[in-house]
């Protein structure tokens, strides 16, 4: 390939420019600058000026050998492009005509106002900074004038927004019992609700069969005299993970039948590893987020364990949870984040400890000690479900919000949320933005509340007086868009919006209570006569009971069916005769038995007096039309009959 040869300097020739043309100084300096070699010579040049000619020329010409090769005119640079702005403008207005409309609109509206503001042409999508802005301005003006819409408001990201989201207009109670409801579980699907209380009951909600009165189809006693702490439904919603007072979780199916109860351990062993099942009280529990057939719970004993099938009742896995100085420390909450990779543990030393479910569990992946008050049990880890936070609610009267990137410290603390039961939770919007938990009634307050956070801001969003005592457990079912509280007094408070929720208890409030109608009974006196006649003798009243066996004994009115043939064999035919026509006649045919060894002949002629006196079957039929009988003449009985000759043939 034949290539240029590179020159060092360019020699640029002034042929537009006459020497009579005037200069001045300042111009022709300019000029000498920016073209050295003007005056025909080479002059000295800079290192880096005489670089970037050598880069010009070579771009120039690697260019020109792919255009010859590619066979593409006019590849390389080009001059640029001049724009005519006005021709622009005229160009969008014609395109978009409604600005021109909107921006006149913007300063009637000012004007009116009073206030004067430049409304800028704007041609295209602005900058987000820009956006974000007017998004502001927008929003201030409404709120100036005082417009209500809904749809705004849910579009808009402004914090003042997140109370709207939250779905307390209307209220609806259900009773439980009279004592603490310490556990609650919604099933995924939105169709059932199970609690579980400090009274040993667990009792089932179903929001299709309910009507407005809220009762539970179903209550019982899984746990015998323990009472109930944890309930949770699996991925699938068919099975109840319960978590007791007792060292042995039970599994129920959806109805509440018992499907597995796990292995006790060995009280005797000192290493928590050897043994086949909890030892002490169960304090947490939870199902694996999407294998419905493995759990986690957490006792006494300082370990958690995972559990695996239903029809091997050994764990799988043993936790050992470990204090500052590597002693036994007890597990008072655990979960699963929501992609199972990490298991967190909320200690009674205050610490947060976390594992890998992809690596061993001998070291921990996170360990924050020093994360509450030690000596106070972290009563609910809860994970986000974007999964990046994590969020503790402890006996300490505080409430932490955590990021697992920088898992050192917490975001934000809440304080001043007393609580005074081991099982009070706290749980995420289903968008993340909010953080909600319940306190226990202090001392001197007429009512416990319902808290609402931003987990942006940190800031409280909204505060519901709830009942005149605890509130324990709550639960935002992130498919109904409906919150359950539990209460320390047996109640369980639902809270809905007609337009954000869906189902659940929308579906009972509206089915009204039928009662049964009264049937009328009239009493009727009897009047004993023990002289009366057998016409108007009354009979002796009786309980129902002897009408009952009265009637059954009647095979009338008993309906009773034909009894069993116990004489003969081979059955009904054979004690009717040897043969089924035998069967027929007799049974059917005949009203009277007939005997095997009678004659025939002998019972026909019985019948043969009665049958010339009184003719009955064929006599009468033919009455009318039969000719009269002529019959041969009997001989006597002394005469001979007359021989008949015999022929020529028969000789």
Same mark, same amino acid.
């Given at each position: 390939?034949?290539?240029?040869?590179?020159?060092?300097?360019?020699?640029? @020739?002034?042929?537009? *420019?006459?020497? %009579?043309?005037? $200069?001045? +100084? =300042?111009?022709?300096?300019?000029? !000498?600058? /920016?073209?050295?070699?003007?005056?025909?010579?080479?002059?000295?040049?800079?290192?880096?000026?005489?670089?970037?000619?050598?880069?010009?020329?070579?771009?120039?010409?690697?260019?020109?050998?792919?255009?010859?090769?590619?066979?593409?005119?006019?590849?390389?640079?080009?001059?640029?492009?001049?724009?005519?702005?006005?021709?622009?403008?005229?160009?969008?207005?014609?395109?978009?005509?409604? @600005?021109?409309?909107? *921006?006149?609109? %913007?300063?009637? $509206?000012? +004007? =009116?106002?009073?206030?004067?503001? !430049?409304? /800028?042409?704007?041609?295209?999508?602005?900058?987000?900074?820009?956006?974000?802005?007017?998004?502001?301005?927008?929003?201030?003006?409404?709120?100036?004038?005082?417009?209500?819409?809904?749809?705004?408001?849910?579009?808009?990201?402004?914090?003042?927004?997140?109370?709207?989201?939250?779905?307390?207009?209307?209220?609806?109670?259900?009773?439980?019992?009279?004592?603490?409801?310490?556990?609650?579980?919604?099933?995924?699907?939105?169709?059932?609700?199970?609690?579980?209380?400090?009274?040993?009951?667990?009792?089932?909600?179903?929001?299709?069969?309910?009507?407005?009165?809220?009762?539970?189809?179903?209550?019982?006693?899984?746990?015998?005299?323990?009472?109930?702490?944890?309930?949770?439904?699996?991925?699938?919603?068919?099975?109840?993970?319960?978590?007791?007072?007792?060292?042995?979780?039970?599994?129920?199916?959806?109805?509440?039948?018992?499907?597995?109860?796990?292995?006790?351990?060995?009280?005797?062993?000192?290493?928590?590893?050897?043994?086949?099942?909890?030892?002490?009280?169960?304090?947490?529990?939870?199902?694996?987020?999407?294998?419905?057939?493995?759990?986690?719970?957490?006792?006494?004993?300082?370990?958690?364990?995972?559990?695996?099938?239903?029809?091997?009742?050994?764990?799988?896995?043993?936790?050992?949870?470990?204090?500052?100085?590597?002693?036994?420390?007890?597990?008072?909450?655990?979960?699963?984040?929501?992609?199972?990779?990490?298991?967190?543990?909320?200690?009674?030393?205050?610490?947060?400890?976390?594992?890998?479910?992809?690596?061993?569990?001998?070291?921990?992946?996170?360990?924050?000690?020093?994360?509450?008050?030690?000596?106070?049990?972290?009563?609910?880890?809860?994970?986000?479900?974007?999964?990046?936070?994590?969020?503790?609610?402890?006996?300490?009267?505080?409430?932490?919000?955590?990021?697992?990137?920088?898992?050192?410290?917490?975001?934000?603390?809440?304080?001043?949320?007393?609580?005074?039961?081991?099982?009070?939770?706290?749980?995420?919007?289903?968008?993340?933005?909010?953080?909600?938990?319940?306190?226990?009634?202090?001392?001197?307050?007429?009512?416990?509340?319902?808290?609402?956070?931003?987990?942006?801001?940190?800031?409280?969003?909204?505060?519901?007086?709830?009942?005149?005592?605890?509130?324990?457990?709550?639960?935002?079912?992130?498919?109904?868009?409906?919150?359950?509280?539990?209460?320390?007094?047996?109640?369980?408070?639902?809270?809905?919006?007609?337009?954000?929720?869906?189902?659940?208890?929308?579906?009972?409030?509206?089915?009204?209570?039928?009662?049964?109608?009264?049937?009328?009974?009239?009493?009727?006196?009897?009047?004993?006569?023990?002289?009366?006649?057998?016409?108007?003798?009354?009979?002796?009243?009786?309980?129902?009971?002897?009408?009952?066996?009265?009637?059954?004994?009647?095979?009338?009115?008993?309906?009773?069916?034909?009894?069993?043939?116990?004489?003969?064999?081979?059955?009904?035919?054979?004690?009717?005769?040897?043969?089924?026509?035998?069967?027929?006649?007799?049974?059917?045919?005949?009203?009277?038995?007939?005997?095997?060894?009678?004659?025939?002949?002998?019972?026909?002629?019985?019948?043969?007096?009665?049958?010339?006196?009184?003719?009955?079957?064929?006599?009468?039929?033919?009455?009318?039309?039969?000719?009269?009988?002529?019959?041969?003449?009997?001989?006597?009985?002394?005469?001979?009959?007359?021989?008949?000759?015999?022929?020529?043939?028969?000789?």
């Amino acid at each position: 390939m034949q290539r240029g040869k590179i020159s060092f300097g360019k020699i640029q @020739l002034n042929v537009n *420019k006459t020497p %009579a043309e005037p $200069e001045s +100084n =300042e111009t022709a300096k300019r000029d !000498e600058k /920016e073209s050295p070699n003007t005056s025909g010579g080479f002059k000295k040049m800079d290192k880096q000026q005489m670089i970037s000619q050598i880069e010009d020329v070579v771009v120039d010409l690697e260019s020109q050998h792919l255009k010859e090769v590619m066979g593409i005119s006019g590849f390389g640079r080009k001059a640029a492009k001049v724009f005519d702005i006005n021709e622009q403008i005229e160009k969008a207005r014609i395109t978009r005509p409604g @600005l021109d409309k909107k *921006k006149e609109e %913007a300063k009637l $509206e000012e +004007n =009116e106002k009073g206030n004067e503001v !430049e409304v /800028e042409d704007v041609i295209g999508p602005l900058p987000p900074n820009a956006e974000e802005e007017k998004g502001k301005s927008t929003e201030a003006a409404s709120n100036v004038e005082g417009s209500d819409d809904d749809s705004s408001d849910e579009d808009s990201d402004d914090e003042q927004s997140l109370a709207k989201r939250i779905p307390y207009t209307h209220e609806v109670q259900m009773q439980h019992g009279s004592r603490a409801v310490l556990a609650l579980a919604g099933d995924p699907s939105g169709a059932r609700l199970v609690s579980g209380s400090i009274d040993y009951d667990m009792c089932f909600w179903d929001f299709a069969g309910m009507d407005s009165g809220m009762r539970s189809f179903r209550q019982l006693q899984p746990c015998e005299n323990h009472p109930i702490r944890s309930l949770q439904y699996s991925v699938t919603g068919d099975m109840i993970l319960v978590i007791s007072g007792n060292a042995q979780a039970k599994v129920l199916d959806r109805d509440g039948f018992e499907k597995l109860e796990c292995c006790k351990g060995d009280q005797y062993i000192s290493d928590m590893s050897r043994t086949k099942g909890h030892v002490a009280q169960l304090t947490s529990g939870c199902w694996h987020p999407f294998n419905r057939e493995q759990f986690l719970t957490a006792a006494l004993d300082g370990t958690l364990r995972i559990w695996q099938g239903l029809r091997s009742k050994e764990q799988v896995q043993v936790i050992k949870t470990r204090a500052q100085g590597g002693l036994r420390t007890n597990a008072a909450s655990c979960n699963f984040n929501r992609d199972a990779t990490l298991i967190a543990a909320g200690c009674v030393d205050g610490s947060i400890q976390t594992w890998d479910t992809r690596k061993m569990y001998v070291n921990t992946t996170h360990c924050v000690r020093e994360a509450h008050q030690k000596g106070t049990e972290i009563t609910s880890i809860v994970f986000s479900y974007m999964g990046q936070q994590l969020a503790t609610r402890s006996n300490d009267e505080t409430m932490k919000l955590w990021d697992l990137r920088q898992f050192k410290k917490p975001l934000h603390t809440w304080t001043n949320l007393f609580s005074r039961y081991d099982t009070t939770d706290c749980c995420f919007s289903p968008d993340d933005r909010m953080l909600v938990t319940g306190e226990s009634l202090p001392k001197g307050q007429a009512e416990a509340n319902l808290y609402f956070y931003s987990t942006k801001s940190y800031e409280e969003v909204q505060r519901i007086p709830v009942s005149n005592s605890h509130v324990i457990k709550t639960l935002w079912h992130p498919k109904l868009s409906q919150l359950f509280v539990s209460c320390g007094n047996g109640t369980i408070k639902c809270y809905y919006d007609e337009q954000r929720s869906i189902r659940g208890a929308k579906l009972c409030v509206v089915k009204t209570h039928r009662k049964r109608q009264p049937m009328e009974m009239v009493g009727v006196s009897q009047i004993i006569t023990p002289h009366a006649l057998p016409l108007f003798r009354q009979e002796k009243s009786r309980t129902s009971r002897k009408r009952m066996e009265k009637a059954r004994m009647d095979p009338v009115k008993s309906k009773r069916p034909d009894l069993p043939i116990t004489s003969g064999q081979g059955g009904r035919v054979a004690s009717s005769g040897g043969t089924l026509s035998s069967y027929v006649i007799r049974n059917l045919g005949l009203s009277k038995r007939v005997d095997d060894d009678q004659d025939p002949r002998e019972a026909i002629l019985k019948y043969a007096k009665d049958a010339a006196e009184n003719p009955y079957w064929i006599a009468p039929a033919y009455k009318q039309t039969q000719p009269k009988a002529i019959f041969s003449e009997k001989l006597p009985a002394d005469e001979p009959t007359t021989k008949k000759p015999k022929t020529e043939a028969e000789k």
